[in-house]
């Protein structure tokens, strides 16, 4: 079947610093990727998403490639803010289906 | 325009009770789907309607149901909790089917069954 795995956390960063959280996927055939966010006490935000190989989403600073030949999906930061403490979840989903399969999310924690 | 909202926030049942949960979409969303998410598991596909039918089931035992309604809100009900049900149930609507439309989570309602 289809699973995401990710880097185990928890990270902590210091402000500023350079943030990498790995993903990787096995799936038949050719998903969509996202990473969402999850914020204390709130639901998940779609912070980007890449729905064919080689494709980059980017948003908020955040970025991440689709890499078929490594089936990964890392998600970059150049310069982390405090704000940016939250879980990260790396999910894939296939065209035509609304079920979204998630890895097991990294908790990150910057601080001043 | 106004979120996913997920009715009640919060909620503690016995073991064997049962329990239905609320989401209203996004004004004009017609996909709904949810989830539950917990610490061992993480987050699990529970089901997906759009247009008052079920599309897509996860893999939960037939204590898990659900609904949708003519104006898209969505309720799911588990029946004869266990513990284990303790968990943050999610709901997200989407303007379509599939990965193009984006997924729009509601704040959860978290469910601890004693």
């Known amino acids: 079947g289809n699973s995401v795995t990710q880097m185990e956390g928890p990270v902590t960063l210091s402000e500023e610093a350079f943030l990498t959280i790995n993903c990787t996927y096995t799936?038949?055939?050719?998903?969509?990727l996202f990473w969402y966010v999850q914020y204390p006490g709130e639901g998940l935000q779609l912070l980007l998403k890449?729905?064919?190989?080689?494709d980059k989403g980017s948003n908020k600073g955040f970025e991440a490639t689709y890499r078929k030949e490594t089936t990964s999906f890392h998600l970059e930061k150049g310069s982390v803010q405090v704000s940016d403490s939250a879980v990260y979840f790396c999910?894939?989903?296939?065209?035509?289906?609304?079920?979204?399969?998630f890895g097991t999310g990294t908790r990150l924690t910057i601080i001043p | 325009k106004a979120g996913v909202t997920q009715t009640p926030r919060y909620l503690i049942k016995t073991r064997g009770q049962q329990v239905t949960l609320s989401c209203s979409p996004i004004?004009?969303?017609?996909?709904v789907s949810w989830y539950q998410q917990t610490p061992g598991q993480g987050l699990q596909f529970l089901f997906e309607?759009?247009?008052?039918?079920?599309?897509n089931k996860g893999n939960f035992p037939g204590r898990f149901s659900g609904r949708q309604f003519s104006n898209s809100r969505s309720e799911m009900n588990v029946s004869t909790l266990e513990l284990g049900d303790s968990a943050l149930y999610l709901c997200?609507?989407?303007?379509?089917?599939?990965?193009?439309?984006?997924?729009?989570f509601g704040p959860g309602t978290r469910l601890t069954v004693t």
């Open positions: 997200a609507s989407s303007s379509g089917r599939g990965a193009t439309y984006e997924q729009y």
């Open positions: 799936a038949t055939g050719y998903p969509s």
């Open positions: 890449a729905t064919k190989a080689d």
């Open positions: 999910a894939l989903t296939f065209f035509g289906n609304e079920k979204l399969t």
């Open positions: 004004s004009g969303h017609r996909s």
């Open positions: 309607y759009f247009s008052e039918t079920q599309r």
